[in-house]
């Protein structure tokens, strides 16, 4: 019986971030639109980004500035059940916004889409 994804990693330029567990991965790459008339003649293709999503425990040595500013990063997704996914190129796309009690923080990034050749 294979193992099922449960733990993820993120590492954000090769630092792993203290993500809470729940991170996401949109794949990005080509969405296809149909084309319709009495009957589908075919389909469009536009490019939408790669993105993950995840949170963040604020800790006392955590640089929030510096995060909020990241662009042109590395962000791995690597799962316990063994592949590791990579998005090129990507930045911060959301205002980071720190929550107090449970001393959270939601990251969005999007990027270049996976490429299938990145994944092992």
Do not use: W
Not at 78 to 103: H, M, Q, R
């Amino acid at each position: 019986m294979g193992q099922v994804t449960g733990i993820v990693k993120v590492a954000v330029n090769g630092k792993v971030q203290r993500s809470e567990i729940g991170a996401s991965l949109d794949f990005g790459g080509k969405e296809r639109e149909s084309a319709v008339g009495y009957r589908v003649y075919g389909y469009s293709e536009k490019l939408k980004a790669a993105g993950v999503k995840f949170s963040i425990f604020h800790m006392a040595d955590t640089d929030l500035i510096a995060l909020k500013d990241i662009v042109g990063a590395t962000v791995r997704f690597e799962c316990d059940s063994g592949p590791i996914y990579v998005i090129t190129n990507a930045f911060v796309t959301k205002c980071l916004t720190l929550k107090g009690g449970d001393g959270k923080t939601d990251v969005e990034m999007e990027g270049d889409p996976v490429d299938t050749t990145q994944s092992s």
